[in-house]
Structure formats: C-alpha cells, structure tokens
C-alpha cells in the first residue's frame, strides 16, 4: 500500500508566552536573556514560605486570545497543580489548570489544498507557568539551572486532531500565530520559544473509524521543523505498519541535523502529574462585564482588515491575505502606504523581494531589521527616478544586512542612477558600435533587440543607468541611423 | 512573681508605672534561658545577643512604639531574614530565608526583639515536637513528657517563662495541643485571618499561623500586631482591622454554647472530662446557655484531614530536592539518585510517611477515592458547623483527648499519635477559629485545656467567652511548671 492509502490525524498543542511585563506569579520581569538567574525572586526561585499571586493580566491576556479564537470563555475558573521532578520546575510542581481552563471550545478557520474554509477546533486554552532553563556547564561538566524563565506566563492552546497534513498544520499554526500578534498577547518569537508546538501525529487506513496509535514531538519551534518533522513521522509510521509492526505511543525528539525522530525512552514511565487544585490561589471568577470588556478592548483582526484592503486599497485577494498573514508585514504595509500614497508598490515590495528574502534567511517579519520609513523612502527615490528598480533590489538586499537610510545607502555605494541625456547618449552610442547585429535586427522589425541593448547598457553601467532613458535614445539613435 | 513570669500586658503595666525597664525584662528572659533551656531544650536557635543590640538601638534611637524592645520567640518555620529557618529538619539544617516572613514584617515593625527559633516536628509534622531533626523539647511540668506539638518549642518556652510569648503554626492543632499540654493559651485564627507569607508551607489550605502566651488578654495584643490582609497571599481576607483587646470584658451572660457529644467519647480521659464538666459548670454560672449538640461528621474529620493535609503536604515539599538550596546528598551518579538520597537522607521518617501516603492519594485512579471525597467530606464538615453556629455562639470540646504523654511513649505508633488531634482538626478543615485556655491539672500535676471554636472570623468571640472563663478560674495564678525529673 502507499501513502494514498493512509490518513494523518494531527493535534497540535502550542504554548506561546503571554508578553505582559512581569511574570504569572511574582512581579519579576518577563523579558527574555539577561544574565542567568537576574530575573529571579524568592518566589519564583520557589524558596520556602512563598506564596504565588496571579497576575490579572494573564487571566486578561488568556481571555482575549480565548475570545479572537472563538472559545466560550469560563466564568468559573481556577489554577491546579502538575507535580513533577525536574531541574528547572523549582517548586517540583507547574501551576497550570487542569479541568477548568479559561477557555474552551473553539476554532480557528484554515484553508484546506483545496483552497476550501476548514475549522480546526480548539478543545481549550489554559494558563501556566513556563520552567526555567537548564544550560551545560562547559567548565565543570553538570548543568547549571537559569531560572529567568521560571514563571514566565504560558499560554497553552490545545486543538482538535482536525489536522490532516503537514501543510495544515503549517497553516493552522501561521494563523494562530498571527491572531496572537494582532492581539498583542504574545510575540511569538519562534527562535526564542515564545511560540512552540508540541506535534502528535497518528495515521490510520483511509474509511477506519479508529484513530491510530500517536506519537509526540515536542518543542518545536520552526515552521520548518515542525513541517520535515510531520513529514518524518507519517513516513516512519507508515513503514513500521506496512513491515507489520505497531506504533508506540511515545515522546520523540526531532532532530533538525538529521531529518530525524528520536525516542526520548527516559522520561517515558508514564508519569503522573497527580493534578489537585492549587490551595495557595483562589478561584478564578469572570462576571459577564469583565468579559464584556475585554471584548470591546479586541483589536482589528486579521479577516477585517483583509477586507478594508481590498475595498481602499484595491489589492487583489491573494495579495490582501498574504499580507494580512502577519501582523508585522500588514503594518509596514500600512504604514508605508501612509507614507508613500502607493499602495500598489508598497504591496509588491513586500510580497516580492522582502517575503524572498525573508525565506531564504528563514526569518519571520517581526524580525525585519529596517522601518516602515526606509522602505517608504526607497518607493520615493524610484518613483524620483533617483534609482532604478534593479538597483532598488540591491538596497533591500542591503537593508537586511545594514539598515540604514536607503538615500545614504546608495550615495555610499555608487548607486545614484545615471539621468543625464549626454552621458546616457555617450553610452548608447557606445553599445551601437559594438553590436551592429542588433541594429540589423531592430531594422529588421525584431523589437526585442532594443531590450538587449538595454541589458548591455545596463551591464556597463552597473545598473545605474536609467532604463527608460536607455530605451528611447536607442530607438531615436538607431532610427538616425 | 519573677519578671519573666508575668504576661506581656503586665509588662506592659509595670513599664508604663516606670517600675521595670526594657532592659531588665530582656535581662530577666536571658537569664531563664540560661537557667532552664538546658532541661527544657525549646529553642533551635538563639538569638538574645541579636535582641540585646535591637534594644540598644532601640533605645538609642529612642523608640517608644509600645511593643517596642519587648522580647519573642519564633516557631522555626516561619522565615526570618539573616537567622536560620530549619523547619527542624536536616534538610534546612543551615538554611537562611533570604527574606521575612509577612509576620516578621509585622513583629519587625512594632520594633519587638526575637529570642530565638523555636523547636517543632519536622516541618510541623507531629504532636509531640519528637520528629524534629535537632532535639527533643521537654514539658516544663515534667520534663518526662512530651510539650505536645508540632509547636511544642513555643508551647514550652511560654510556659517555661523563656519567651513572654510566642508564634507558633496550626495546621491540625499544633498551636492549641501543645498549649494545653503545656499550660498556655494557645490561639489558632481564622484560616485567611494572618498571612502565611512566609510560614513554610505544611497543607496550604489548612496551615495558620497562632499565637501562644500566658493568658487571654496577651493572645489579644498579639493578635492585633499580627492580623490582617497581605498582598502577597491571595487567600488572605480583606477585612476591616479589630482591636481585639477591646472586645475582652462583654461577659457571657445569655451567650449560647454548644457541646458537642461526640467530644466526650470513650477516646476522651475521665480527668479530662472532668475537667471539662467543670468548666461547663463555671460557665453555666456565669450565665451562659450549655447545650449538648451534635458534630456527627466529626468522626470522619481525622481520616479527611490525613488524606487533605498529606497530598498538599506530598506537592509542598517537592521543593526540597537537593537542588536549589537545603540538604544534598553527597552519594549520587545522576539527577534519580541525587533527588532520592538528598530527599531520603535529608527527610525524617514522618516527614517521609507522610509525602508517601500524599503522593497515593493523588496518584492517579486514587484520586478520586479518597483525595476527592476528602474534599466532599471537607465540604459536609464545614455544613455541620455552619449548622451549629446558627444556634451557638461558641462550640466548646476537650483540646485533646488526654493530657502529655511520655517522651517516646507514641512514637513507633503513628496512628495512636494522629488520635491525638482528634479535637482540633475539624477546625482546620472548616478554617474556623479557636482556642485553647488551661482549666486545671490532673493527678499527676499535668494540665489540662479546653477548646472553644468560633465561627468565622469570630477571633472577638472566642477571646472574649475564653477571657470571661480566665478571670474566674486563675490558672497561672494556682498552677506552676514544676520541671519534674
């Protein structure tokens, strides 16, 4: 049998860092790196005696990526324990919720390859602390505990396996992504692991009702991994079915080197968190009002201001989604637009050379090094006819390796297109001299020879040249001729 | 009467005559701890030499907050910045808290002067202050006998006259049984009443800090310092601040008691139900309403409680892991053995059991048999005395069963020791107020407490009901430790 013959089951639980300024249950600062163990207090360093005390925006937070994720949001909530042993879980337990999370529910709306509206359902969405870090002591050769991420507030979004490829799960994850962002509860920085997934795949024979034996990967944080990852994983489970055996329902580990799942046999004796309700809290009560506020305190999301580009700025469909996929992109996009009045151009850029690029160094938008401000002024300076669209091409190129103002970054490299009628004709005359066969051919009624001449023009002067310029001269010098 | 034998406010009576002076009351504590603590062994730590330059400071810098450079003791799980916090465990053998207890904050403020840490059972497990790591206090009436616990430090310390007064921790009684096997009065306030910011937790839901001094009118001055809503501790309650040395003199005249039968079974000594017959009697002669009632659940309080304060107990001291801060092992190869020698050395052997029958009843596909009906019957108890205070004022019972016990007479039998709580723990679980006051001695010279339980937040009440009983029957004026060898 082969691939056809099998359906993939994915459920995805996502934990993403809330991004309020101080942590969940003591007023020390969420912000990420910092010195090991400087973002510490007694209470997060779980020493004797101290008691947690929720902070109000991460029931608020929670709530309202609840509410833009369509969940039914709990009056009635509260926290519980997860008992465990580890290094970096300084009070042996994670406050997290267990039977009455904040939010339940919900969906999130994807396309499927069909390009067909497909919910996936979100079972729920709860509060929790994230762990401190363990990092390897090179010098004495243990592990050394940094507990600056000890009680950083967590968001865990758990869905339904509605997923059933690897390129939903991509899109599912995208869209939540970007919900997030719009909503500014977390920044999803995916290299930092402030939005990571943990992946559980099954697959059964196509018409069986049963879903098959899952395995989990966890924390994953790229697109990427995550993708190969699934991938990986369909096809070892296929294999190990097809040779007759069976899957084991286990944590794996993936490996991004070798393309590669791996069996984490050690933690995998069934634990058991023994959840009770977490004494040191009281209950977590909503009233309709609280989250009646929170609601109208929602911002724009992603689907509306989708809309209000197609009808103000005229983009097309697909141009207006691949936008409006990230939060970061939409608002330089917005912005430059208010900038420049050139929506068309802003657009293209965007979805052109600054999505290539951003592909091929695999980097997410929000990690763009430049401003709204330099790429409005990079549209100015073509539509002045300062700089061609090739060389506009280099300065973007150039903004990703060192932003800076793009007039300054053509004055420092030469780039000042060339617009002057008499040094343009002095090139002109040059290419005709050499290349009388193409003079031939545009007499002979080939009009694409004037666009070789243009590229040789071009080659000589690094680009600089301006193109239109190039064109007419050619045309009105060969006609001379 | 010697200086350290008098109660705070009668210190506070002679400074203000100008007959005594702070100096000489620190002095006169010293000078008993230099006497006594060798027979008594109360202390884990002592901290007078600290206390003697606070006062110094004190009264260079002039201070005359009321309290200020009066002299208290500390039960040793509660954190104090700079001296050590043990918990009378090897496992925080040489630990100091980085920071202050809300409490401490409170004590610190009024510019009042800590003695010492107290003794205790490891991490307040025990009624008989013999778990702890470090020694074993003796009960100043015989020093054969156990102080009861788990605040026997601080129950023995008053008592002993160590201490004018005391902090102690109430999680199933161990405020209010070491205070009647020691002679002292011994309040535990409403659960949410004090912050337990900073008490090293035991069973999150059930654990208070108390007080133990010399009579009524002392445990309502301490109360007053200690009391209130604290920010850093969600389950404490926001409530309009009472002076409770104002609410002492309103009598009990018309005052509605109830006695709860199942109180005075066959569990409870005859002497002590003697005792407690007498007190009904001085009550009823003052003019109060005596009622039998009925707390049927009460029965089951003990195994609700076992099960309740052993899972948090199990979740709570997952902390100590060698890790951080505490005991490590030095015998290990890899992160299972680091955790399981440091925590098997570190840990004594109720401390042990106890984390052990947690974890079971939290474990998975026991939860629900005995944690969860745990909290049912948690639930049905709470109702009961919900019931009952809407007929009585107060419910008054034996503080325990029968009076100290032997050094190391209970100790292989952990079942015989949990009985002692019987009396006190329904308490804890419902999260109400009480207090223990000493009603007399039996034949051998042993004294003996009752209990009166308030509803919530009823603190007035109970000081007051207690205080009226205090002023007819003088028991610090009739009875004294003896010390007996």
Same mark, same amino acid.
């Given at each position: 049998m082969s691939r056809e013959d099998y359906e993939v089951v994915i459920g995805l639980e996502v934990h993403a860092e809330l991004s309020t300024k101080t942590k969940i249950f003591c007023s020390c600062p969420t912000e990420f790196?910092?010195?090991?163990?400087?973002?510490? #207090?007694p209470i997060c360093m779980a020493m004797p005696g101290t008691l947690p005390v929720l902070n109000e925006k991460v029931v608020e937070y929670a709530v309202k990526a609840g509410l833009a994720t369509n969940c039914e949001i709990s009056r009635d909530s509260k926290n519980d324990r997860k008992n465990y042993f580890y290094p970096d879980l300084p009070k042996a337990y994670q406050i997290s919720q267990f039977d009455k999370p904040l939010c339940e529910n919900g969906y999130i709306e994807i396309e499927d390859k069909n390009e067909q509206k497909k919910k996936i359902r979100l079972t729920r969405i709860h509060i929790e602390e994230d762990a401190g870090k363990l990092n390897h002591d090179d010098f004495g050769g243990g592990s050394l505990v940094d507990l600056n991420r000890a009680g950083v507030p967590l968001i865990e979004i758990v869905s339904e396996p509605d997923i059933s490829s690897s390129d939903e799960a991509e899109k599912y994850l995208r869209k939540l992504k970007s919900i997030l962002e719009y909503i500014e509860v977390?920044? #999803?920085k995916m290299q930092e692991g402030s939005f990571r997934a943990d992946v559980n795949v099954s697959i059964r024979k196509k018409g069986e009702k049963k879903l098959g034996t899952r395995t989990e990967m966890k924390n994953m944080n790229s697109f990427r991994s995550i993708v190969r990852g699934i991938e990986y994983e369909i096809d070892r489970q296929i294999d190990v079915i097809e040779s007759g055996g069976k899957i084991e329902q286990e944590t794996l580990r993936w490996d991004d080197v070798s393309g590669k799942t791996f069996s984490m046999r050690d933690k995998e004796d069934a634990q058991d968190y023994r959840y009770f309700p977490e004494p040191d809290l009281v209950a977590i009560r909503l009233t309709e009002e609280y989250i009646a506020n929170v609601k109208s305190s929602l911002p724009e999301l992603p689907e509306s201001r989708k809309q209000r580009y197609l009808d103000k700025y005229k983009l097309t469909e697909r141009e207006a989604k691949l936008i409006t996929a990230s939060k970061y992109l939409s608002n330089l996009f917005e912005e430059t637009v208010l900038k420049t009045n050139n929506p068309k151009a802003a657009c293209n850029w965007i979805l052109s050379d600054i999505s290539r690029i951003l592909n091929e160094k695999e980097i997410e938008p929000n990690e763009i090094p430049f401003t709204s401000d330099n790429l409005a002024e990079l549209i100015k300076l073509i539509e002045k006819g300062t700089i061609s669209s090739a060389i506009a091409k280099k300065v973007i190129e150039e903004l990703f390796e060192n932003p800076k103002e793009p007039s300054k970054i053509i004055e420092e490299k030469g780039w000042i297109q060339i617009s002057d009628e008499g040094a343009i004709k002095e090139i002109v005359l040059k290419i005709l001299e050499t290349n009388p066969q193409s003079v031939q051919d545009y007499k002979g009624g080939k009009d694409k020879a004037i666009g070789f001449l243009v590229g040789q023009a071009m080659k000589q002067t690094k680009g600089k040249a301006n193109p239109q310029m190039l064109n007419k001269l050619f045309i009105e010098e060969i006609n001379k001729m | 009467m010697e200086i350290y034998e008098l109660t705070v406010h009668e210190l506070l009576e002679k400074l203000d005559k100008k007959e005594i002076t702070k100096k000489e009351i620190l002095t006169s504590f010293q000078n008993r701890i230099k006497e006594k603590e060798k027979d008594v062994q109360a202390f884990i730590t002592i901290t007078d030499k600290q206390a003697e330059e606070q006062l110094e400071e004190i009264e260079k810098e002039n201070i005359t907050t009321r309290l200020a450079g009066l002299p208290i003791g500390i039960k040793d799980n509660i954190c104090t910045k700079?001296?050590?916090?043990?918990?009378?465990s090897r496992m925080l053998e040489n630990f100091i808290s980085p920071y202050d207890a809300t409490v401490m904050e409170k004590i610190n403020d009024e510019k009042m002067v800590s003695l010492g840490k107290l003794n205790m059972d490891e991490f307040a497990m025990g009624g008989s202050t013999e778990h702890s790591y470090f020694k074993k206090t003796k009960n100043?009436?015989?020093?054969?006998k156990v102080p009861g616990g788990s605040s026997g430090g601080s129950a023995a310390a008053v008592a002993a006259g160590l201490v004018p007064w005391a902090l102690g921790s109430d999680t199933g009684g161990s405020v209010r049984q070491p205070a009647s096997f020691c002679g002292v009065v011994g309040l535990k306030p409403t659960y949410g009443l004090i912050s337990r910011y900073g008490l090293v937790a035991f069973a999150s839901s059930l654990d208070q800090i108390g007080t133990l001094t010399k009579d009524v009118e002392d445990a309502a001055i301490l109360l007053n310092v200690i009391a209130g809503h604290d920010e850093k501790d969600t389950t404490s309650a926001t409530r309009e601040k009472i002076?409770?040395?104002?609410?002492?003199?309103?009598?009990?005249?018309?005052l509605r008691i109830g006695i709860p039968k199942?109180?005075?079974?066959?569990?409870?000594n005859k002497e002590v139900k003697e005792a407690i017959n007498k007190v009904i009697k001085q009550y009823q002669d003052m003019g109060a309403i005596v009622e039998e009632c009925s707390l049927d659940v009460a029965d089951y309080a003990l195994a609700t409680y076992y099960i309740i304060a052993c899972a948090e107990a199990s979740s709570n001291l997952g902390r100590f892991d060698g890790i951080r801060y505490g005991y490590r092992t030095k015998e290990f190869s890899n992160l299972k053995e680091l955790y399981k020698n440091s925590r098997s050395e570190g840990f004594g052997e109720e401390v042990k059991r106890r984390i052990i029958l947690g974890t079971y009843v939290l474990s998975s596909g026991y939860y629900d048999a005995y944690y969860k009906k745990a909290q049912q019957v948690r639930t049905l108890v709470k109702n009961e005395f919900e019931k009952n205070f809407k007929k009585y004022d107060v419910i008054l019972s034996p503080t325990a069963p029968n009076v100290a016990f032997d050094l190391a007479s209970k100790i292989d039998n952990p079942l015989e020791m949990y009985l002692a709580d019987v009396c006190t723990v329904p308490v804890n679980i419902a999260g109400l107020p009480a207090i223990s006051i000493p009603c007399g001695v039996n034949s051998e010279g042993m004294p003996i407490g009752f209990q009166l339980i308030g509803n919530h937040f009823e603190e007035a009440t109970i000081l007051n009901v207690a205080h009226a009983y205090e002023q007819e029957r003088k028991f610090r004026q009739n009875y004294k430790p003896e010390f007996k060898k």
């Open positions: 790196g910092g010195e090991p163990n400087t973002h510490c #207090c977390s920044d #999803c | 700079g001296v050590k916090t043990t918990c009378a100043p009436w015989n020093l054969n002076d409770y040395t104002k609410v002492l003199n309103k009598g009990v005249k018309g199942e109180y005075f079974g066959d569990g409870i």
